[in-house]
């Protein structure tokens, strides 16, 4: 609980956002309907992963000055994460990290 406290607003914004995106799939195969399965693994990829893309932005943008600079590392980042999420999800490129 301490450490929550020593998180600026918008490191809980980020925080906050990424629960609540990781609710979607959670509520989704809560009736049993559901066309996808997540483990427990699955949630902490995701978590790992959105945490990692939405605090690695916040920290970038606040080292940087200029308005292009922080739009350039929002683009950029921004870019990576729908490439490595599209292959994680359906395989795009055929790695070993393709999903189904």
Not at 16 to 42: R, S
Not at 62 to 80: A, D, H, Q, R
Request: glycine share 8%; aromatic share 16%; net charge positive.
């Amino acid at each position: 609980m301490n450490q929550w406290l020593r998180l600026n607003l918008a490191q809980k914004v980020i925080f906050t956002v990424i629960l609540l995106l990781l609710c979607i799939p959670w509520l989704e195969q809560l009736d049993g309907k559901a066309v996808f399965h997540w483990t427990i693994f699955d949630y902490i990829t995701a978590f790992v992963f959105l945490s990692t893309f939405g605090f690695g932005i916040e920290y970038l943008v606040g080292k940087t000055k200029s308005k292009k600079g922080k739009f350039l590392i929002i683009l950029v980042l921004t870019f990576l994460f729908v490439l490595l999420w599209a292959e994680l999800a359906v395989g795009v490129f055929d790695s070993p990290i393709a999903g189904d």
